[in-house]
């Protein structure tokens, strides 16, 4: 009797630590599973957010990873924490719009791309983890766009080349922001709704360069170049091109206190260095390497002409400026060196010397012309 008295207590004993056990479960958040209305999301036009319910009975739950296309992120310990708590949670990763609120995740798809893009976020609770995937079609159409699309410059001898994703874009508008006025404020330096054009040619932008005392605005194929030459303050832009359907906009800044941001000191590349003109006249053509350059020394049979911040910008300004000193006759054309000579008729050699010059950089062209 008394050997089945100690059975029937030791039954009864391990009945309650196993009913123990269970309740314990019932109340540790770290035993909870996960169960979402649904695990894959399309987005499409007509659909651009879905709402995603998650039921967890046995404990909090978070959010721990966002993935959207390649790029991956982790969501911190402290916000994972809230979430736990059931703190509601907002944010835009990439183009992905994440939303939590009363167990429910609200996704939004952000703008649009020509690609198809995909999203996967990963969840927790205790133990367990679930994941919902989804993607969002491509249009199979890029918009006009522009890389960088914003850029810091320096105020002197700086270059910046922007590349679009079009073969037809031009030039709508040029604009000077004040960075110390109301929002919004600007002056309009350049306007070109509607570019006109010969039937058959491209549009007007393809052949586009235009000074602007501070910057220095062309057009080379699809690609947007902007070089500076002194300005005396600091200027924030905007530039707007358009196919007349689409639009991008490249804003930046001119920073007085920069001096010539990743532009190379030394010698600028000139070729031929050296030349020879005929003794009955004739003119040579000199390449010059560099984006902006002006000539700002000129020595005709030994003796030196310098010139000074008026002529340098009306050289850089139109890339389409002349000067004569005696025989001797310098051009700059374009991004082209010119120089030509009256007929030699002294029957002494004549010598000149040409310097072309960024401001930091600069290079020397020679030459003679034989006597006759």
């Known amino acids: 009797m008394k050997k089945h008295l100690i059975l029937y207590l030791t039954g009864l004993l391990c009945l309650a630590t196993a009913c123990s056990d269970d309740d314990g479960n019932a109340t540790d958040p770290w035993a909870g599973g ?61 183009w992905l719009g ?160 920069l001096y010539g941001i990743d532009i190379p000191t030394g010698e600028i590349a000139v070729a031929p260095a050296s030349v020879e003109l005929a003794p009955e006249g004739g003119e040579a053509t000199i390449s010059v390497h560099s984006e902006t350059w002006y000539f700002n020394r000129i020595n005709v049979n030994g003796e030196d002409h310098r010139f000074g911040d008026p002529t340098r910008l009306e050289q850089i300004k139109d890339r389409k400026y002349e000067l004569t000193i005696g025989w001797l006759t310098v051009e700059v054309d374009g991004y082209d060196l010119k120089v030509s000579a009256a007929p030699n008729k002294t029957g002494e050699d004549r010598t000149f010397e040409v310097e072309v010059t960024t401001f930091y950089n600069s290079g020397i062209v020679t030459g003679v012309q034989k006597g006759q």
């Open 98 to 257: 994440v939303a939590v609120e009363d167990n429910a995740i609200r996704l939004t798809a952000n703008g649009s791309s020509a690609q198809e893009r995909t999203f996967s976020i990963d969840l927790q609770a205790g133990y367990s983890t679930a994941r919902i995937a989804g993607s969002r079609p491509g249009t199979g159409y890029e918009p006009l766009a522009a890389t960088p699309q914003d850029v810091t410059m320096a105020f002197w001898g700086d270059t910046v080349t922007v590349e679009t994703n079009k073969d037809t874009w031009w030039v709508k508008s040029v604009q000077l922001l004040d960075a110390h006025g109301p929002a919004g404020e600007a002056e309009h330096l350049y306007e070109c709704e509607t570019p006109a054009w010969a039937p058959g040619t491209r549009p007007d932008g393809w052949a586009f360069a235009e000074w602007f005392d501070w910057i220095k605005i062309r057009v080379d194929g699809t690609r947007l170049v902007l070089s500076t030459e002194g300005a005396d303050s600091a200027y924030d832009f905007a530039i707007t091109l358009t196919t007349g359907s689409e639009e991008c906009t490249i804003t930046g800044k001119i920073d007085e206190m």
């Open 34 to 94: 996960i169960e979402l209305s649904a695990e894959n999301v399309t987005f499409s036009d007509a659909a651009p957010s879905q709402t995603i319910y998650v039921e967890n009975g046995q404990g909090g739950w978070c959010i721990t990873r966002v993935t959207t296309d390649d790029t991956e992120t982790l969501l911190s310990q402290t916000e994972q924490e809230a979430l736990r708590g059931g703190a509601a949670f907002e944010r835009t990763f990439d």
